[in-house]
């Protein structure tokens, strides 16, 4: 029989002296006690600004050069993982290779609890080997307590193979040491139900990644302004605001817009771009492309090349 590891002196796993009469509370207590102690994810994430504005540089960097970036991680950490890469493409318009989640006990542990497949630091290294990882991707191991095997297994290989490991955890360093290339650690303190870390911690990660995958996208000209300018036109819902933001972009009428959208094979940057420079489709997709789809430099390049000639 192995040894089991002693986890009561995490920080997340510790007893919140603010809701030792959880059961007793009435229904509005609880929602004002979870709003209070909810405050404390804002915070967290406001601590570890530093670390993630330079996971911010370091993830647009390579992905920049042709890298990917992976989330990897088990339970609530690993599901948080995949939906912010799920919500990449349509948002920011890449392709699903760029942004991937990796959860520990694959697709089936997204609606089903297999929590008991984390243990296992083999599986991890085999979940990087099975992508391939390169010096050029970046992979971020998320887990709350800061010990999950799964991810720890998975961080490790990725560092072998010269990928940049990032390391997000909401325990304090000196309670759980990881060799990361960045390390960043949300600490939300002790949950209210305790160690359900589905809670502040899983928030306060949400926080996190909703910063670094939007950070990196801002850096690599996903945005123009704070419009998002690659959205993908796929329903009537996007459509509109594909609409709008021309509209609000360029001046034009909406049924101006609609003309302009279609145009440009529904590409709102390009329509943008078309509409500022005065070039047709294929030209503007190609300078779109010279400049690694960044529609601000692209049309700054245009219009000094424009001046040069007059």
Known sequence: MTNLQERGHLLTEQVNPHSLNLDQLSSLELVELFNQEDQNAVAAVAAAKVQLAEAIECTAS?????????????????????????????TFCTSPELVQGIIAGGAGALVRSSEDLEDRAEDGATA????????????VGITAGGTTPFVHGALTAARQRGAIAIFIACVPAEQVEFEADIDIRLLTGPEILAGSTRLKAGTATKLALNILSTGV????????????????????????RA?????DLTGLSRQASGFLLERSGKSVKLALLMH???????PGEQLLITHQGDLRAAVTSYRKTLNHLT
Request: charge should be positive; include cysteine.
């Open 128 to 139: 990087i080997a099975q992508r391939q990882i390169t010096q050029l991707d970046v992979v």
């Open 243 to 247: 609409l709008r933001m021309l509209e």
């Open 62 to 90: 390579r992905l920049y050069q042709g890298g990917r970036l992976f989330y990897v991680g088990a339970g609530t950490s690993g599901r948080l993982g995949v939906l912010d890469a799920a919500e990449c493409p349509p």
């Open 276 to 282: 500022w420079t005065g070039l047709e489709k294929a």
């Open 217 to 240: 996208m801002v850096k690599l000209g996903k945005v123009y302004g704070n419009r998002m300018v690659d959205v993908a036109v796929t329903n009537q819902k996007l459509r509109d």
